[in-house]
T-cell receptor
Framework: KAGVTQTPRYLIKTRGQQVTLSCSPISGHRSVSWYQQTPGQGLQFLFEYFSETQRNKGNFPGRFSGRQFSNSRSEMNVSTLELGDSALYLC??????????????FGSGTQLSVL | LAKTTQPISMDSYEGQEVNITCSHNNIATNDYITWYQQFPSQGPRFIIQGYKTKVTNEVASLFIPADRKSSTLSLPRVSLSDTAVYYCLVGEGNTPLVFGKGTRLSVIA
């Protein structure tokens, strides 16, 4: 099975621009979660989508949004970029079953740099 | 907030066994314990998962005492390639999995 694919791998933007990141989950997985990772804050949960519906949302401003398509592929969008948005954005796919023993499969991430 | 507490960092020499302990005092009856490994500029990778007693796979062992308030990830005979950040997570219902800061393991030659 192919793993989780995130595109692009690297991205450079300037303040005020917007960006869209893409994630293709493992075939058959219905849940996609997004995380932001920075050296100071570690891995922080952004949001999770399951069957095209947002199931959970982290504590991030409204500039961060996402969606999931019928084929389970997901996109996240960040509008009005700020310097502090520079981070590694990770997507994780899972079956979406019971969270107590669910296993997440991560992509390699998109490294976003905001100048 | 993360439901788990683990050491920020650990050092070990190659060939030694490394044990990383995670505290999860408020673990619920049905929660499982899962460990992930992360290398720089990559996403975390699942290592091992357990509910109670001991679980072993080709990579590691997981020891969980009867009260389940802690767990220990054991890496046998570590090598330089085991240098990574290790995260301990406790799954709960429909809430998203929360990654803490993890334990940064440095393996020295």
């Amino acid at each position: 099975k192919a793993g989780v694919t995130q595109t692009p791998r690297y991205l450079i933007k300037t303040r005020g621009q917007q960006v869209t990141l893409s994630c293709s989950p493992i075939s058959g997985h219905r849940s996609v979660s997004w995380y932001q990772q920075t050296p100071g804050q570690g891995l922080q949960f952004l949001f999770e989508y399951f069957s095209e519906t947002q199931r959970n949302k982290g504590n991030f401003p409204g500039r961060f949004s996402g969606r999931q398509f019928s084929n389970s592929r997901s996109e996240m969008n960040v509008s009005t970029l700020e310097l502090g948005d520079s981070a590694l954005y990770l997507c994780a796919s899972s079956s979406g079953s019971d969270r107590r023993y669910e296993k997440l499969f991560f992509g390699s991430g998109t490294q976003l740099s905001v100048l | 907030l993360a439901k788990t507490t683990q050491p920020i960092s650990m050092d070990s020499y190659e060939g030694q066994e490394v044990n990383i302990t995670c505290s999860h005092n408020n673990i619920a009856t049905n929660d499982y314990i899962t460990w992930y490994q992360q290398f720089p500029s990559q996403g975390p990778r699942f290592i091992i998962q357990g509910y109670k007693t001991k679980v072993t796979n080709e990579v590691a062992s997981l020891f969980i005492p009867a009260d389940r308030k802690s767990s220990t990830l054991s890496l046998p005979r570590v090598s330089l390639s085991d240098t990574a950040v290790y995260y301990c997570l406790v799954g709960e219902g429909n809430t998203p999995l929360v990654f803490g800061k993890g334990t940064r393991l440095s393996v020295i030659a």
